[in-house]
Every structure is written in C-alpha cells, then in structure tokens.
C-alpha cells in the first residue's frame, strides 16, 4: 500500500516560502500548522496500520485534517 503524502509542502508546494515566513512570524499559523503536521502523522501511521483503529476513526481524523488544511490555505492565500 502506497501512502500518499500530505504535509503542507506537498499540499501547496508553491506557498513553500510563504508556509516559512508564516511558521516563524504568526503564532496562531505555527499552532495550526504543528496540529496538521502531528494529525498527519496519526493519520499515516493510521494508514499503515502501525496504530490500528476502526474505518470512522480514520475517517474522522481525515475530516479534522482537511478543516485545518482549509484554514491553513485561508491563512497562505491572504
């Protein structure tokens, strides 16, 4: 099983300079960005089956994952 990649670079490699400055001047960008980046993690190891869990756990986190992305655009894109 192939995982796909969803860190945020890979998810808007053309905000990576802008992913940089936001990470070290916005605060509430690095708080949602380290949320997004530990959840990813979750989800892959989810994935992997390195932690075990039902379909709509992993269904879930996905759910919260894409919220966060969303805002996390909104951020990038302003």
């Known amino acids: 099983m192939t995982i796909e990649h969803h860190d945020l670079v890979h998810e808007f490699p053309h905000f ?3 992913i940089h400055e936001l990470k070290i001047s916005n605060n ?3 708080k ?3 949320e997004y980046h530990e959840l990813t993690k979750d989800i892959e190891n ?3 089956e390195v932690n ?3 379909t ?11 919220h966060l992305k969303d ?3 909104k951020m990038l894109s302003a």
């Open 32 to 34: 949602l960005f380290d």
């Open 28 to 30: 509430h960008f690095r």
């Open 52 to 54: 075990p869990v039902a």
């Open 56 to 66: 709509h756990t992993e269904e879930e986190a996905k759910m919260r994952r894409v």
């Open 46 to 48: 989810m994935e992997t």
């Open 71 to 73: 805002k996390l655009y």
């Open 16 to 18: 990576r300079d802008r």
